[in-house]
């Protein structure tokens, strides 16, 4: 069967750490959607050594000998970072070759412009800045909109790639000076492009065909989701989101796939809540406490280094998630970051201008006015780090747990409690009631 892994709360649930997990039981995995705003940190031991990989672009799959690896149409593909991405993985001894990573060559190119007009665009907004990664992820996606960005497929054909960077480097240069910015190197550019097309050419595949062929001879596929629900264009925090669909309809659009072909989606969520960026975040804890579960979660960006602000747990979210993505199950990650804490609280509702509701506002202004309901829940102040068992956990841990599974409505099928893949507690019965035999 194949599995779709999505972000159930504002993105860096751990879903890097999920996807490693089971990546093992799958063939083939797939990006979608985002670009090198993701940053998916794996941690595995090897001969007793621990190697920290901070994926950005690359499927997290690609750790795993003998799995193909696919970015697919629907992602923006930076190629100077994704060359820099590869050359870090082949430096850690991990292959890299054109049978295990294969880029669409209908995903559009973020170029080094893009990242200039992101930053420019940030700046004009001001107080209302979205908070982006300053990646070029947005102006990148505008340019695939309005019909005039460039494709990785280009970089198959260098006849015609400098005559179509000059062009949009010009445009580019003119849409810069006008925000104040300085106008590109077209030479440069041209330059790069060619370099860039001489490396990548070989990686460049027709991935819908090469997806829904594998799929009919029976390869097991799994859609590795970048950032989160929340932070989807069209169903998160509009405006401070990201540009693309990083819920799971992103799944179909951005691989070129059919809806059955999706499977089962589980969501990632943390047993707290944390984000990165501007935009309204009901949960959140501007005090002690909220230091305490960013210094004890070391929450900070993957891809930027940011301080991530944090807050407790959202079951307004976690309900909204499991429901805009038909989640089958949750995995719950770092229950572990909780386990000092006297008591925990648990956003049921939020009370919003006098009126009490179960749902997200539609409005970022209205969800910024969001007051929530809490509940108390007492503390188990006991180590849960690297438990492998349900019954494992202490009592007080396990009721938070089912408090939250009960008020997200969709089952735990994984709880983590630690960086490492055997740090992890699988429910295989909610896995076999979701029609997936699972032995790990
Ligand atoms: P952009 O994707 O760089 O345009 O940023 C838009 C918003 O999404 C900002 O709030 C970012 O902090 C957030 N964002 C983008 N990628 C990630 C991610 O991988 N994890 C968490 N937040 C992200």
């Not at 593909?77 to 082949?90: G, I, K, N, Q, T």
Request: hydrophobic letters at 40%.
């Amino acid at each position: 069967m194949n599995l779709a892994i999505i972000g159930a709360q504002w993105g860096d649930e751990g879903k890097g750490k999920i996807v490693d997990l089971l990546a093992p039981h799958f063939d083939i995995v797939a990006r979608y959607q985002g670009g090198h705003n993701a940053g998916h940190t794996v941690i595995i031991r090897r001969d007793g050594v621990e190697q920290k990989f901070v994926l950005h672009l690359i499927p997290s799959g690609i750790t795993h000998p003998g799995k193909v690896c696919v970015i697919g149409n629907g992602v923006v593909v930076s190629p100077e970072a994704l060359l820099v991405e590869m050359d870090e993985l082949r430096a850690k001894g991990v292959e890299v070759n054109e049978r295990n990573l294969l880029i669409s060559n209908r995903a559009h190119l973020i170029l080094p412009y893009h990242a200039a007009l992101d930053r420019q665009i940030e700046a004009h907004r001001g107080g209302n800045a979205v908070g982006t990664t300053m990646r070029g992820i947005g102006p990148a996606y505008e340019d695939k909109m309005a019909r005039r960005g460039l494709r990785v497929g280009d970089l198959t054909d260098p006849a015609t790639l400098a005559e179509k960077l000059s062009t949009t480097g010009k445009q580019a240069s003119r849409l810069l000076t006008s925000l104040g910015g300085e106008p590109i190197d077209e030479a440069k550019l041209i330059d790069d492009g060619l370099r860039w097309a001489d490396k990548l050419a070989p990686h460049v595949a027709e991935t819908a065909y090469f997806l829904n062929n594998a799929a009919r001879e029976g390869k097991t596929l799994l859609f590795e989701g970048a950032q989160a629900t929340m932070l989807d264009i069209d169903h998160g925090t509009y405006p401070f989101v990201t540009s693309s669909n990083s819920s799971v309809g992103g799944a179909c659009t951005g691989a070129g796939i059919p809806p059955r072909l999706v499977g089962l989606t589980i969501g990632v969520i943390k047993a707290y809540t944390t984000r990165v960026g501007g935009g309204p975040f009901p949960t959140e804890l501007d005090d002690d406490m909220g230091e305490l579960i960013r210094a004890r979660g070391g929450e900070y960006g993957a891809s930027t280094g940011r301080p991530r602000r944090t807050g407790w747990f959202d079951a307004v979210i976690a309900r909204y998630a499991v429901m805009i993505n038909g989640l089958d199950a949750l995995a719950l990650t770092k229950l572990d970051v909780l386990d000092e804490l006297d008591e925990l609280k648990i956003c049921v509702g939020y009370r919003i201008d006098g009126r009490e509701t179960g749902e997200v506002p539609y409005d970022a202004g209205l969800m910024a006015r969001a007051e929530p309901v809490y509940e108390t829940w007492p503390g188990w102040k006991e180590r849960t780090v690297g438990i492998s068992r349900l019954e494992d956990l202490p009592a007080r841990a396990q009721q938070y747990i089912r408090r939250l599974e009960e008020l997200s409505g969709a089952p735990f099928g994984f709880i983590s409690t630690g960086a490492e893949r055997n740090e992890t507690i699988i429910a295989a019965d909610v896995l076999n009631r979701c029609g997936w035999e699972l032995s790990v």
